[in-house]
Nanobody, 122 residues
Framework: VQLQAFGRGLVQAGGSLRLSCLSS????????VGWFHQAPGKEREFVAA????????YYSDSVKGRFTISRDNAKNTVYLQMNSLKPEDTAVYYC????????????????WGHGTLVTVSS
């Protein structure tokens, strides 16, 4: 399963950005997808995850109420809408997929895309 993340950018604090995770996998609609980020010098952290149907969603406490994960299975795409961005959201963002149920544990995801850089200026 190949994943591609789009939407890198530089925004000011308080601004918004939408990331997209696209797959060419024919059965991508059967996969749970997670977004993770890794800031310079820090470990990778969970951001949000969504199950195959879109009715099972998890967020980290740091983004709850600001970020929204969604998916369009007809387009094989999962989105991460990021609002009210803060400088501490600056990181490389990765999307990942797994065939089974949704989870917030990065170790449980088998397939990873290349990261996309999000920079939030103060």
């Amino acid at each position: 399963v190949q994943l591609q993340a789009f939407g890198r950018g530089l925004v000011q604090a308080g601004g918004s950005l939408r990331l997209s995770c696209l797959s060419s996998e024919r059965t991508f609609s059967n996969y749970a997808v997670g977004w993770f980020h890794q800031a310079p010098g820090k470990e990778r952290e969970f951001v949000a995850a969504i199950n195959w149907s879109g009715d099972g969603i998890y967020y980290s406490d740091s983004v709850k109420g600001r970020f929204t994960i969604s998916r369009d299975n007809a387009k094989n795409t999962v989105y991460l809408q990021m609002n009210s961005l803060k400088p501490e959201d600056t990181a490389v963002y990765y999307c990942a997929a797994r065939y089974y149920g949704v989870t917030y544990s990065g170790r449980e995801y088998k397939y990873w895309g290349h990261g996309t850089l999000v920079t939030v200026s103060s």
